[in-house]
Structures are given as structure tokens and as C-alpha cells.
């Protein structure tokens, strides 16, 4: 099993371009979630899904969009990139209550 | 929302020295998890402990769910222990709910 795969592994983005940072997962886990890390904040949820068509908002939903069209994909999408969103950004999936993460994507918006 | 509060926030050792972390809830959890961020960035977990005590090799933890904290115990440490410990809990009906991050505890083991 590949596990959790996430790309790009990094981005640069001007202010108002907009993305799609992928992540999948070949473990047939059906929760899946985005976080994005921020120096001396942790790791803060986006949105999550507990299975596919099922998404819900985190703690820092703004500016994200996702969807989960199969158990395997849950991308994340930035509308309109802003300096703010500049972070690294984790996909995880889980199951029985453990967590696996993605490594991450980079990304810095300038 | 359920606060996460970890301690300490730094901790150097020398390599083979033992050390403790400290992780203390705000409510009552049904998942919390120990996660360990090397250098590089990548987030692994190391326990899935809502309750109880667990051990895998040098590391052990234990949460005592009625006093609300949980403990990572890290033995004989070696520089490959570096990286950041973050603890993450949830609360409500089922162990998917949303996880809650602490602040994480930065280590340092030197050679």
C-alpha cells in the first residue's frame, strides 16, 4: 500500500490564482480529512469527510472548498489564493480511530 | 471546543536519557492519539491510546481518562527521537470525530 500520497509536494501561487492540492489513499479508509500546519499554531483542521459525497467544515474552513467523489480521493481546493494560506497542508485518512498522514504539500502564496 | 495543553513546550536531552510528556485535556475524549513529526516533516503516529496504557519498544504512554492527561514516556533516547510530539484528542459519540491538536513539544536529543 502506497499509503496516504499527496501532491504537489510544493507550490508557489500569486495572490487571486487558484488550485487543487490532490491527496489520495488506497487503504479503503472511508474518513478523510485536510489540516494545515502554521508556525506556533499546530496543526488546525480545513474540512473533513466520513465517507464519499459526505463533507463537513473544520476549524479553518475559508477560503477551501473540497469534495469526495470515491472512498480513495479527497482534494482540496483553493478559490483564490491569499499570502494567508501560505502553510503546509496534510491530508490524512483514518481508520478504527487511528490517523495516517500524507507528507504534505508546501505552499506559499507571494 | 475541547483545549489541548502540552508540556513542556521544549525539552533537550543528551542521548540515552529518559523523558516524559505531558498531555492534558479539557473534557472528557474518546480518541487521542500521539503523533511524532521528524525533521522532514512527516507526521507518524505512535499511539492510539483514548484509555489505558501501551508500550512499542522504547516508547510507552499512558492516559488516565478521570483526571484527563496522558503521558508519552520515551526511554534511552537516541537523536533519531528528534522532531516535534504533538498530542490530539476528540470528543463526542464516536472515536471520528474531530481530532484536536496540542501545540506539540519540541525535542532535542544531542549525541
Known amino acids: 500500500n502506497a499509503g496516504v500520497t499527496q501532491t504537489p509536494k510544493f507550490q508557489v501561487l500569486k495572490t487571486g490564482q487558484s488550485m487543487t492540492l490532490q491527496c489520495a489513499q488506497d487503504?479503503?479508509?472511508?474518513?478523510m480529512s485536510w489540516y494545515r500546519q502554521d508556525p506556533g499554531m499546530g496543526l488546525r483542521l480545513i474540512h473533513y469527510?466520513?465517507?464519499?459525497?459526505?463533507?463537513d467544515q473544520g476549524e479553518v474552513p475559508n477560503g477551501y472548498n473540497v469534495s469526495r467523489s470515491t472512498t480513495e480521493d479527497f482534494p482540496l481546493r483553493l478559490l483564490s489564493a491569499a499570502p494567508s494560506q501560505t502553510s503546509v497542508y496534510f491530508c490524512?485518512?483514518?481508520?478504527?480511530?487511528?490517523?495516517?498522514f500524507g507528507p504534505g504539500t508546501r505552499l506559499t502564496v507571494t | 471546543g475541547i483545549q489541548v495543553e502540552q508540556s513542556p513546550p521544549d525539552l533537550i536531552l543528551q542521548e540515552g536519557a529518559n523523558s516524559t510528556l505531558r498531555c492534558n485535556f479539557s473534557?472528557?475524549?474518546?480518541?487521542l492519539q500521539w503523533f511524532h513529526q521528524n525533521p522532514w516533516g512527516q507526521l507518524i503516529n505512535l499511539f492510539y491510546?483514548?484509555?489505558g496504557t501501551k508500550q512499542n519498544g522504547r516508547l510507552s504512554a499512558t492516559t488516565v481518562a478521570t483526571e484527563r492527561y496522558s503521558l508519552l514516556y520515551i526511554s534511552s533516547s537516541q537523536t533519531t527521537d528528534s522532531g516535534v510530539y504533538f498530542c490530539?484528542?476528540?470528543?463526542?459519540?464516536?472515536?471520528?470525530?474531530?481530532?484536536?491538536f496540542g501545540q506539540g513539544t519540541i525535542l532535542t536529543v544531542h549525541p
Open positions: 490524512a485518512s483514518r481508520q478504527y480511530g487511528i490517523q495516517y
Open positions: 487503504m479503503n479508509h472511508e474518513y
Open positions: 469527510s466520513v465517507g464519499a459525497g459526505i463533507t
Open positions: 473534557d472528557s475524549v474518546n480518541n
Open positions: 491510546i483514548p484509555s
Open positions: 490530539a484528542v476528540s470528543a463526542g459519540g464516536t472515536s471520528y470525530g474531530k481530532l484536536t
